[in-house]
């Protein structure tokens, strides 16, 4: 701070840059994390990126029955949704401390 209660201009620039290399940093890190969800007791099985971009699904034989789609359909339906649901968290773990520190409680673009 300078005297008079004025703070320093280049201390907030490089507070600013700091927090957006930790934010750039932590976006990279969550694009490459891999989150698993789980519907059925294990029967489908959706892997999401930690910005939440389904990117694998498993489906066990067991949970095929052609005479029975809509179950399936449910199934993966609720794999997707709960390794979304992780990675919501994961997001707001690594980016909430963040977008605070930028005065805000959401980060433009993600979906928390």
Known sequence: MMPGGQPNMQQLLQQAQKMQQDL?????ELAEARIEGSAGGGLVKATVSGAGELVGLVIDPK??????????????????????A???????????PLA?????????????
Request: charged share 20%.
């Open 63 to 84: 949970a095929v029955d052609p005479e029975d789609t809509e179950t399936l359909a449910d199934l993966v339906l609720a794999a997707v949704r709960d390794a979304n």
């Open 100 to 112: 605070q520190g930028l005065g805000g409680g959401q980060i433009p673009g993600l979906p928390f």
């Open 24 to 28: 750039a940093a932590a976006q990279a």
């Open 86 to 96: 992780s990675a919501q968290a994961v997001q707001q773990d690594k980016l909430g």
